[in-house]
């Protein structure tokens, strides 16, 4: 990684800012600071800024496992 993690911290919280959706914000910080999709998102998903859409995005994820398995009992 060529930059610092306060460095992209610092850049995820100003796309939010800006009202950069998630997609964007890790394909930004990805060309940004040169790294991997991997490190990007890793990045992103350990970002304190994001935190409240990472766990949105948690629960629904758990939902849809959750009604997928509810189907699949029935």
Do not use: Y
Request: aromatic residues 4%.
């Amino acid at each position: 990684m060529n930059k610092s993690l306060p460095e992209v911290e610092l850049r995820l919280a100003e796309l939010k800012q800006s009202g950069a959706h998630a997609v964007a914000a890790i394909k930004a910080i990805r060309e940004e600071f040169q790294l991997s999709l991997g490190e990007a998102k890793l990045q992103f998903a350990q970002s304190p800024t994001w935190a409240p859409e990472q766990a949105a995005a948690e629960q629904l994820h758990q939902q849809i496992v959750d009604a997928s398995h509810a189907e699949d009992a029935n």
